[in-house]
Nanobody, 118 residues
Framework: QVQLVESGGGLVQAGGSLRLSCAAS????????MGWFRQAPGKEREFAGRISWREVYYADSVKGRFTISRDNAKNTVYLQLNSLKPEDTAVYYC?????????????WGQGTQVTVSS
């Protein structure tokens, strides 16, 4: 049974940082594509970034501020959020899917809330 459990969200002031974790069980993060998405109140869920094999991709809205990394030994993926802005306020979700040209995100975590105050 696959489980993705996010943690690390919270309340932070604009300009601050947070590190989110996604602990996976039932699948190896070293092989699967691992993605981060976010959903702000009243908005659609949007892609933030993903890590596949040795490649990392980011949405333009977070590029240069967010960093995805992976610890294969802990089977955990991280999202480092720096220079946070109030518009980064959202529920952040971790997802997993089979790596390939187009990833179908088959597994999702429950989400962790990030709130950035101005």
């Amino acid at each position: 049974q696959v489980q993705l459990v996010e943690s690390g969200g919270g309340l932070v002031q604009a300009g601050g940082s947070l590190r989110l974790s996604c602990a996976a069980s039932g699948l190896p993060v070293s092989i699967y594509a691992m993605g981060w998405f976010r959903q702000a109140p009243g908005k659609e869920r949007e892609f933030a970034g993903r890590i596949s094999w040795r490649e990392v991709y980011y949405a333009d809205s977070v590029k240069g501020r967010f960093t995805i990394s992976r610890d294969n030994a802990k089977n955990t993926v991280y999202l480092q959020l720096n220079s946070l802005k109030p518009e980064d306020t959202a529920v952040y979700y971790c997802a997993a899917g089979r790596s390939g040209p187009s990833v179908e995100w088959a597994y999702w975590g429950q989400g962790t809330q990030v709130t950035v105050s101005s």
